[in-house]
Every structure is written in structure tokens, then in C-alpha cells.
């Protein structure tokens, strides 16, 4: 599992936009709807309607979710992570190391 | 696993009262996040419009003033002249900036005040319950237009960027789209070039206008919303830069 996403599904209010535009197909809508009375989002880590657990940490749901409640992680060490305060260009692209021209460490 | 995306600070930790997939959500995280990438959170001023947004400022960790329906470019105009280090910026909808407050935009651009505009267009007067808006396209069924936006009654969609590029007090029109991820990037890129200009003290008025969804109002699912953003109303209002009088 190279990426994982975490939805608070409490403040989801089930839009479906991230599962619309998700690559992987691994975020589904679920069943049982939150306090609010909205039917929210899962990951599919999480979600037993649509179990996949194919997530990259792209964070394309992250970047269309209009409530911000999807937080992504990804699993490698040689990622830059948006962080307020970074000035430079780069937001969701990998650090460019001299043994590492090909990304093969990018898993 | 190291987190790459959570929320931004300036962005209160708190829901909004949005509709779902309302595209004001994703207009106000871009703007947290760009305050925070800026590092200008402390000296920046926020003014939040009459409309849907006009509870911008529970929303955004910045000062934040009210102010009445469509006045912003006018408020703006005075704290700029009188706190000329701070970074200004009004957020604006349709039904405010190229209705009631056409005046005050266009005047503000003929100055050539040094504020940033960000302009949320979503072709319905959201907040009063989805009448017609002066940037309804045609054909657009509203609660004021129930078989369609038809010319000769209502005339056309009124494009205020094409409008304000004939100023040269405006230096900087872009507009852009919430439609998909990449489009998203751009608009942040955008806005975020729409603030650095006022940062680095060019003088004139910078507008990003933002095409948004509504499909509370376009009866529409989100999802139908943003393809039908993408569709038909990027025909009337093409997406892309405008005016760059500093990058030119």
C-alpha cells in the first residue's frame, strides 16, 4: 500500500466528488450515514462495500474535497509534503536526488 | 507513512454550512493555504461578501471585516490607502461583485487600487434561493428564469473580466475553474499570483475570477455540476489568463 487517506466522516457531507475523481476507484460512499444525516465518504481501507486498498496517496480527493476533511499520507521517504510556509514550487512532486533519477525508491 | 495533504491552519477546524460539494469550501481552503504558503497571515485583511460566503470570516483564521452588498472594492480601497502594508483582499461572489457591486469594481479597477479580487462565479444568486444572476448563461433554468435565461428579456451573461481587461488600472485577470484537481492547482496558482503581486507592490488591481459550482441551484448532483461547468459554462466563460501586465 503505497498511499492511505483518512476521511473524517463525521464532517463528510457525502458530496461523492472524491469518488468521482479518485484514479484508483478505492473510495467509496457509505451505508450508514454520520450524525449530520449525510451518508459520508470511506476509504476503501476502511469501507466494506468497495475493499481496496489500491490508494497511491495522489491526494486528488484531498485537493476537490470542499469540506478539507480528507487527510492523505503516502509511504516513502523521499516525498516533499505540502506544508504552509514552503515558498518554493514543488507542493506534491518528488525530491530530486542524484541516485534517484529513475524514482524507483517510489513505492 | 508521512503525511502529504492535511488541513492548512488558517483554515478553521470547523465545519462549514455549505451545501455539499459547494465550491466555496474548496475557493476558501485554496485561499488558507495560500496565506500560509505567503506567510502573510498576520498582516493580511479579509473581506467577506454578501452571499453564500458571507460567513467567510468563520471560516478563515485572518482579520475579516463584513461589509454591505457589493462594497468591497470600496472598503478595500480604504484600508489599502490607509494601511498600505497590509495585504488586502476581498472575496466575492457573482450576485455581488457583477450585480449590485459592478459599480464599485469597475471604479476600483479604473483607480487601479492595489487590492486582490477573488471572484467566486457560479451563474445563480445562491444565497436568496437560486434566481438568475446577471452571469447566468443562456438557457440556464433558475427560480427567476423557469424556461431558461432568453436574451431578449434578460439579456446576456455579463463577462467581468473581458470587461474590467479594457482597464488599465486592472494588471492582473485570470479566470479559472474548481472543476477538477488540475484545474484546482491552476486557480491556487493563480490566486496565490494574484497575492504576491499586491506583495510585491505592483500597482493595480488584481481579479481571479473562479468559475463554481452550485448544484444545489443547478439541480444538479455535485458530480453533474462540475462536468457541467466543464461542458457549458466554460463556452461563455473561457477559462485562462486574461491580463498580465507584470508578466508581459
Redesign the interface.
Known sequence: MAGKITIDTERCKGCGLCVAVCPKNCIAISDRSNKTGYYPAQAGTDSALRKNDSCTGCAMCAVICPDAVIEVSRNSNNIVAIEPGRKDKPSLVRKKTKTDSSFSKYD | ???????????KDC??H?????????AH?LVA?II????IRSRTIGIAPVGCAVLAYDYLDVDMIEVPHGRPPAVATGMKRTNPDKIIFSYQGDGDLAAIGTAEIIHAAHRGEQITVIFINNAVFGMTGGQMAPTTVLGQVTATTPKGRNRTGEGYPLQISELLAALPGAIYLERCS?H??AQ??KTKKAIKHAFELQIEGAEGLALVEVLSPC?TYWRM???KA?EWIEKEMTKVFPLGRLKDVAGE
Open positions: 507513512m508521512k503525511t502529504v495533504f492535511k488541513r492548512t491552519p488558517t483554515l465545519p462549514t455549505y451545501c455539499p460539494g459547494c465550491g466555496h469550501g474548496i481552503r493555504e500560509d504558503e505567503l506567510g474548481l477538477n484537481p484546482i492547482s448544484p448532483t455535485p458530480v462540475m
